[in-house]
């Protein structure tokens, strides 16, 4: 029975492990010092990477665990901006982690080679940077049209699947999410439950996708409360949802 844990790192970010009796394997990390620790403390053998994107807090743990850990398979995006990853893998490559099926979908727009790694077995979406609790990621290197689609491919899988993001952004974009629809019952109850959860210093995450398609505006840019409020912030000539996630996006920027 596969088990996942966060493991704190720098400021906000989780380096999730995915743990199978004394084997584990780690997605996204950035930093190697508390994945080292916490498997000397847990006796657990690491015995795979999985990356997203090429982001600094979110691989530069990478050669460090291949030193201590000797060679592991890394999947990743083929990219030369990732070249410790020796499993490269695309849009509906399916592989296999401590016993448990994965399936691999690009969602692009936070970067342009971003992956998300999904298992049905474990109800498990394993998303980086791209979809966070109540928001998304900022678009530093796709279109408004990438990244709402790439944010749609992930809306629409199984409701009850738990995403597990690589930050604990969720209170600052709940802020936001309120301000986009304040009218919103259930963002105001979940906004209660995770402010609690914070106050006692646990982790938001991971959500589950049926609360983040009712309370997260980023995946809401089709809903007529979601359109009449975008258009109220900014000039909005055509509505459908690419420009609706645009406004958004360059709202939440400056928010
Ligand atoms: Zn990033």
Redesign the pocket.
Known sequence: MLEIRPIPAFADNYLWLLVDGGRAAVVDPGDAAPVLDHLARHKLQLSAILLT?H?A??IGGVGALLDECGPLPVYGPKTPRMPLVNQPVHEGSAIEVLGQSFTVLEVPG??LE?LAYFSAGARALFC??TLFGAGC??M?EGTPPMMQASLQKLAALPPDTLIYC?HEYTLSNLRFATAVMPDNAQLHERQRQDAAKRAVNEPTLPSALALELATNPFLRCAAPEVVTMAASVEDLPEHNPASVFGVLRRWKDRF
Do not use: I, N
Request: proline letters at 0%; zero cysteines; glycine letters at 16%.
């Open positions: 994107h982001h807090d979110h936070h970067t971003h980086g940077d990621g900022r530093f690589a």
